[in-house]
């Protein structure tokens, strides 16, 4: 029997300024129609559906097995450090030592961390909008000033970095870059990263560039904004292993940043999660020098899957889609189906069983678009469109 209390709940201030990531709320939903009987077809989660690599797995299981089920160091096991220092360094041709790594459980601490040990009331960050919602929702929670800069679909949704210089004030503190981007796909062009290195300048402004979907790119080849002559120093690179080896559910990511302020992220991985598992780290070790051919199929099954589900998009009336260039989301424009974003995204969730976001859920600018992942199987991606189709015809 639940019991009534008299004493009422005296949160924190800050607590009504903390958002959500809305992809988990509408993943409840979704799962609460299929216990209902409902068919529901999952495009709203952003993870990969494929396995973890079984290399990754094994070595897990034998770390299990060998007894690495102990704490660890704070910033994470030396040798996985030197295997991530390595990989940086050759991914983004700039030197990396163990000590500008810290290892953390998922990406979003990285997040969490930066701006919890960076911005004080009043500092402003910019940050990309559509954007990851929890960039926003930790500015905000900090007592910072989010600043958005928006990305345009005419520009394959990359920010505009003529826009950039009236953005930065003298409390600009720390300017957010993501690509390949998250809703979008989008991906910045290096001219343009290498701009917004110009455009900083010689300004004591940090950059965290969130770069979880590097090896998810179609075309190319990714290029860091740490890699900028002058800019390391003042770059966090945030990435992990849950996008690019499918480790999702592992919870393991990393910041690579300057020595001193890896000391200051790692304190405050000791005061919140004391360290990493330990056999997920000796598993990372694995998947970063290991057989690499699972990421390389995935990231072409991902661009495969991309370029039908567009293609199918924009047969359907009311709905226009450019082709992501990374990640595994694919951002339609719905402002000709003269619905908004949110209401679109219910009614098709409850009347078509198709489970995508609102454009809103990432920002003001997400409004007139809807995002889904196209982490799914050829045959649910076809229903998914089958099942779009059927609904506007029937509703617009």
Not at 229 to 250: C, H, N, Q, V
Not at 315 to 336: D, E, H, L, M, W
Request: charged share 20%; with cysteine; proline share 5%.
């Amino acid at each position: 029997m639940p019991t009534s209390t008299q004493y009422e709940l005296r949160l924190a201030g800050r607590m009504a300024r903390l958002g959500t990531e809305t992809a988990f709320e509408v993943l409840n939903k979704a799962r609460a129609l299929e216990a209902q009987g409902k068919s529901i077809i999952h495009l709203e989660i952003g993870e990969p559906d494929f396995d973890t690599p079984s290399n990754v797995v094994e070595a897990a299981v034998d770390a299990l097995h060998k007894g690495w089920t102990h704490y660890g160091p704070s910033a994470g096991l030396p040798a996985l450090r030197q295997a991530i220092a390595g990989y940086i360094s050759r991914t983004r041709g700039i030197t990396v030592t163990p000590d500008e790594v810290v290892v953390v459980p998922g990406g979003k601490p990285i997040m969490f961390y930066a701006i919890l040990a960076m911005i004080d009331e009043g500092d402003e960050v910019i940050y990309p909008n559509p954007g990851f919602p929890i960039y926003e929702s930790m500015i905000n929670y900090m007592g910072g000033k989010a600043v958005p800069i928006q990305l345009r679909e005419e520009r394959d949704f990359t920010l505009d970095v003529n826009e950039l210089p009236a953005l930065i004030t003298d409390r600009t503190k720390l300017i957010i870059l993501n690509s390949p981007q998250n809703p979008t796909g989008g991906v910045m062009p290096r001219k343009d990263i290498e701009q917004v290195a110009k455009i900083i300048g010689d300004r004591n402004i940090l950059v965290l560039s969130d770069e979880i979907y590097s090896r998810l790119l179609f075309e190319g080849e990714h290029f860091s904004i740490a890699a900028v002559p002058g800019m390391k120093e003042r770059t966090i690179i945030l990435d992990g292993f849950s996008k690019t080896y499918a480790m999702t559910g592992w919870r393991m990511g990393y910041g690579v940043m300057r020595p001193d302020l890896a000391t200051h992220i790692t304190r405050l991985m000791t005061n919140s999660n004391s360290c990493t598992a330990s056999f997920t780290q000796v598993a990372g070790i694995e998947a970063l020098n290991g057989d690499q051919s699972a990421v390389e199929h995935m990231c072409a099954e991902f661009k495969h899957r991309s370029e039908v589900f567009v293609a199918g998009l924009n047969k359907i009336k009311g709905f226009s889609c450019r082709q992501p260039k990374g990640a595994f989301y694919v951002f339609p424009n719905i402002t000709k189906t003269g619905w908004k974003s949110k209401p679109l995204a219910d009614a098709l969730l409850e009347q078509a069983g198709v489970a995508g976001l609102s454009g809103t859920s990432f920002g003001q600018f997400g409004e007139g678009y809807l995002r889904f992942s196209v982490a799914n199987s050829l045959e649910n991606l076809q229903l998914a469109l089958d099942r779009l189709d059927k609904w506007t015809k029937q509703n617009l």
